[in-house]
């Protein structure tokens, strides 16, 4: 049952990733059916000892969707002062609903149920130490796969995504994605899987190197320096597709997640030296590409950074500024989870004659379409899973339980930073990818009183 969980999801992942990065509703609602139908079949199929050995944390997440079952629920209107929902009374009836979109919100309701469920079946199927590996690789073959497809679109000028010839960011690496910025997304997310993988065959290699001249002799000839060298190309692939996006927060937060990755790496059991020796080889072979391929397109949009904000009132702050007027109106249980493109026109003092269909910043949107609590309970949760992963890392005695919980660290951190200024986690793919490396750290985290002392790498 749990080898039908692993490649279901696998391909389910894959397939929302690939499919412009599940924004079609009608792709993603592939995946969605192969998520809740795993989902369904492993409840209907395992045993109840299994499911009782699996400790999940469900206060949250039960509390949240009944947030949002009560923003779709008709209300007697006398509840609508106490529930702070100055809007959607209509005249004469004497119900209403606290969302004012209540089709968009029981939608992104269904997409919340998916992410759900994606991941509580990482959970039983991270006990087992190998599939869990398998699900790593993927993950990594998965962003691999996009970067080299970015990095093909940037270098030949073929901007297409597989049939489909690109109308926007034409001259960026976007892979299979619409948008640079969620492109760069997935990306910072699995680069800290890569650099880690990097750190643990350095650790290998240097264990090898300390049997003297004849393991020195055995390491030149054998695949520890061959591997050593693999991850590391393959994170600076990914790094370079990053740096191509031209995503400005994607780099600074991919940045950002690997000063994470090397200082809390300093404070476990990686030797100093092998993490020199492995940052120090990134940043020459990313330094090479980007002197071989050339930096200018990637300055030149960090320097109109600058022009960007000098026009008031035509900039994401303007957006932002608005949106806390919606906040202010329904402070504790918002307008309806996904209703921000339904109630922002009402607040809208910039850029008036587009469609503002998001708030370029997760935070603010959320507590805009859940209010208060909502985002409480959302952002809340993701802050304690990744202070978990980082307080834990040195706990976990299984080597590779540890590995994951530093990637997982800068993986959060990354996707975290870059939110306060973009809608990553309202993009179905990169919310699905996310929601599986929080089970990933949930389940390392738990590993330790359970792991046997004295395990090997």
């Not at 030296?273 to 002197?291: C, D, E, H, N, T």
């Amino acid at each position: 049952m749990l080898r039908i969980v692993e490649v279901g999801l696998t391909l389910a992942l894959s397939f929302a990733v690939l499919a412009f990065g599940g924004t079609a509703p009608p792709f993603f609602a592939v995946t969605q059916i192969v998520v809740l139908s795993l989902g369904i079949l492993f409840l209907l199929a395992s045993p109840r000892s299994r499911l009782a050995s699996i400790h999940v944390p469900v206060l949250a997440p039960l509390l949240l969707i009944i947030l949002v079952l009560l923003q779709i629920l008709p209300l007697p209107a006398s509840l609508q002062p106490l529930l702070g929902a100055a809007h959607n009374g209509l005249p004469g009836r004497p119900y209403f609903t606290v969302s004012i979109a209540p089709y968009e919100t029981a939608s992104q309701l269904l997409l919340l149920v998916t992410y759900l469920t994606a991941f509580y079946l990482i959970l039983p199927l991270c006990q087992d130490r190998n599939a869990k590996k398998r699900f790593v690789f993927a993950l990594v073959a998965v962003g691999m796969f996009e970067a080299s497809y970015g990095l093909l679109q940037y270098l030949t000028g073929w901007q297409q995504i597989f049939g489909y010839v690109k109308k926007y960011y034409v001259d960026d690496a976007t892979g299979t994605y619409i948008n640079r910025n969620h492109f760069a997304g997935l990306l910072e997310m699995i680069l800290p899987f890569v650099v880690v993988l990097a750190l643990r065959q350095a650790r290998v290699l240097r264990r090898v190197m300390l049997g003297g001249v004849a393991s020195i002799r055995r390491v030149l000839s054998g695949m520890e320096l061959v591997l050593l060298m693999l991850w590391l190309f393959l994170a600076t692939t990914l790094f370079a597709a990053l740096m191509f996006s031209r995503s400005r927060m994607g780099i600074i937060s991919a940045i950002v997640s690997l000063i994470v990755v090397l200082v809390l790496a300093g404070t476990s059991s990686f030797p100093a030296r092998s993490r020199a020796i492995v940052a120090a080889l990134f940043f020459l072979g990313v330094l090479g590409l980007v002197v071989w391929i050339g930096s200018d397109p990637v300055i030149i949009r960090f320097e109109s950074l600058g022009q960007e904000y000098v026009q008031s009132g035509q900039n994401r702050i303007s957006i932002w500024r608005d949106t806390l007027k919606l906040i202010h109106q329904n402070p504790l249980f918002g307008t309806g989870l996904g209703s921000f493109p339904v109630a922002y026109p009402s607040v809208q003092t910039s850029f008036l004659t587009l469609f503002v269909d998001h708030a370029h910043c997760d935070y603010l949107e959320v507590v805009s379409d859940l209010g208060f609590t909502g985002g409480i309970l959302l952002f809340g949760s993701i802050f304690w899973i990744l202070a978990r992963a980082i307080s834990r890392h040195n706990e976990v005695e299984e080597r590779f339980d540890k590995d994951v919980l530093l990637a997982c660290a800068g993986s959060i951190a990354a996707i975290l930073l870059h939110s306060m200024v973009d809608f990553n986690l309202h993009i179905p793919a990169n919310a699905l990818v996310f929601s599986v490396i929080l089970a990933l750290a949930c389940s390392s985290a738990r590993q330790v009183k359970m792991s046997p002392k004295g395990s090997n790498i």
